[in-house]
């Protein structure tokens, strides 16, 4: 576990850009009511007593599409005008934006373009493919996700949704704390996986505004610490492509717009690693009955391995995202 540099907290946290509000994350809200799932909150005395504290679990794998990336995708495409749905949307994603993308778009009568690594886990390309997107490929390793989207959105006249660097898909994204802990009430922390940032820059702005003083630790997989080398660095930074089972953290740099945000709002970022994340996913399997993908599964990771120190007395935990085949699931778990 490597925490990052303290983040500004108290009056400190004020000095916020100002592109998304807790008025946005609100009026996503009033967007997705009826479309997207309010999703449960799960309580278990055996991670209670696990974990030394009171745990909440947001359970995004849930969410419409599985994931909790169907909030933003919906709350972005929903205020397109008529003229561009007709002409349709593209995005470039690992996975669970691209379902996301895909059923929001054939929610509100448009089509998708998606631009999907090669490598994406097969269960994630068939669910994009089932709502009806087509699935563009590239190689993780040598491509550029993010020009190839642009040039397709350029060629084709499509709007361009990206999975986390755009203030609508924040605001959505945000409703899932803000959820959370209108259910709940007060949490002393609140952890979040950290992928582009987008789940962390939403929730970071509803939860703080809601529950001043409350903590907000972002979980990374080791291999994928984009977020905290840029907290240490106080800008963004690019690292190699991670290789980790976590495809959806699996960023290379945090996003512009995403890193504003969670620069002033994040108090730390903790790692976790390949194996604690087995063993979050196998602990959610056989004790608390829900299926998770290496990716939901790294916040409670960070939990279990005792990585969260000191430790609040109530604290919230998104479980992310539960997109695994059950032929992976066996392979990360065998």
Request: charged share 20%.
């Amino acid at each position: 576990m490597t925490p990052s540099p303290s983040g500004p907290t108290g009056p400190g946290r004020t000095d916020v850009p100002d592109v998304v509000t807790l008025d946005d994350v609100r009026d996503a809200a009033r967007r997705l009511a009826g479309v997207a799932h309010r999703t449960p909150v799960l309580r278990s005395r055996t991670l209670d007593a696990l974990a030394g504290a009171e745990i909440h679990l947001k359970c995004e794998n849930f969410q419409r599409v599985g994931a909790f990336k169907f909030r933003g995708a919906y709350n972005a495409l929903s205020r397109l005008s008529a003229e561009q749905l007709a002409r349709g949307v593209a995005a470039y994603s690992s996975g669970n934006h691209a379902q996301a993308v895909a059923l929001a778009a054939r929610e509100l009568g448009s089509h998708a373009v998606i631009v999907m690594p090669e490598d994406t886990p097969k269960s994630k390309k068939d669910a994009t493919a089932g709502y009806g997107a087509e699935i563009v490929t590239y190689d993780r390793y040598t491509g550029d996700r993010v020009a190839i989207g642009r040039r397709l959105a350029e060629e084709r006249g499509l709007a361009l949704i990206p999975p986390y660097e755009h203030p609508h898909i924040i605001a959505g994204q945000g409703t899932a704390a803000l959820e959370l802990i209108e259910e709940t009430g007060p949490l002393d922390a609140l952890l979040t996986p950290v992928g582009g940032g987008g789940l962390m820059a939403g929730s970071a702005i509803a939860a703080t505004a809601l529950v001043p003083g409350i903590r907000m630790i972002g979980v990374e997989p080791e291999a994928g610490d984009d977020t905290l080398r840029s907290l240490a660095a106080g800008h963004p930074v690019t690292i190699p492509v991670p290789r980790t089972i976590a495809d959806g953290q699996a960023a290379e740099r945090p996003g512009e717009l995403t890193f504003s945000v969670n620069r002033r709002l994040l108090d730390s970022v903790v790692l976790v690693t390949d194996d604690e994340i087995r063993t979050a996913m196998k602990f959610a399997f056989e004790r608390l009955k829900i299926v998770t993908e290496p990716s939901g599964a790294s916040a409670l990771a960070a939990l279990l391995a005792g990585h969260i120190s000191p430790l609040p007395p109530r604290i919230g935990v998104i479980i992310s995202g539960g997109n695994v085949g059950v032929e992976r699931f066996l392979e990360l778990l065998g």
